[in-house]
């Protein structure tokens, strides 16, 4: 069985690629949608934590951090 060489052009100049003006709008929006949630998610990953801390310090009896990060 012999190998095939692909001699396909790669990068933004090749001939199948869409330009800007035949995208339609709910391929944008889908793009834009896709591109927010994954930021939200690293976002939400990363800031959980801080942000239960940041509310646990700021409440009424102030606990130490301590208190805050034991599991008891």
């Known amino acids: 069985m012999a190998s095939r060489i692909s001699l396909k052009a790669k990068g933004k100049n090749s001939k199948g690629s869409k330009g800007k003006e035949d995208r ?3 391929e944008s929006v889908k793009e834009w949608s896709t591109w927010a949630l994954r930021k939200a ?18 409440s009424d009896p102030k606990p130490q951090i301590s208190q805050l990060l034991s599991p008891v």
């Open 41 to 58: 998610k690293v976002i939400t990953h990363y800031g959980f934590i801080p942000l239960v801390i940041i509310v646990g310090m700021n």
């Open 24 to 26: 339609t709008i709910s």
